[in-house]
Nanobody
Framework: QVHLVESGGGLVQAGGSLRLSCAAS????????MGWYRQAPGKQRELVAT???????NYADPVKGRFTISRDNAKNTVALQMNSLKPEDTAVYYC?????????WGQGTQVTVSS
């Protein structure tokens, strides 16, 4: 079984920064995609950013230029550096790991940006 643990959420003022981290453990294919998704109250879960094991990244338009995703393949970790945060970035952020036909989610971490 695969287990994901997120950390780094919290409360920050608009314009501030936060760094989220996610550590995966278990039996994991070396070829995988890790990513971050978020869900605001009353809204559907949406993509924030993904990164493949070969380093290819993909960002949602609202976060381009402000967020940076990175990973450490040796440690099976993924991080999300969030700069210039806006109140609309407030959401629960979830880490996701996928490979072959499997998909795993973390428990989520709250990010709140005050105006």
């Amino acid at each position: 079984q695969v287990h994901l643990v997120e950390s780094g959420g919290g409360l920050v003022q608009a314009g501030g920064s936060l760094r989220l981290s996610c550590a995966a453990s278990g039996v994991i294919s070396s070829r995988n995609t890790m990513g971050w998704y978020r869900q605001a109250p009353g809204k559907q879960r949406e993509l924030v950013a993904t990164i493949t094991s070969s380093g290819n990244t993909n960002y949602a338009d609202p976060v381009k230029g402000r967020f940076t995703i990175s990973r450490d393949n040796a440690k099976n970790t993924v991080a999300l550096q969030m700069n210039s945060l806006k109140p609309e970035d407030t959401a629960v952020y979830y880490c996701r790991l996928s490979f072959t036909i499997s998909m795993y989610w973390g428990q989520g971490t709250q990010v709140t940006v005050s105006s």
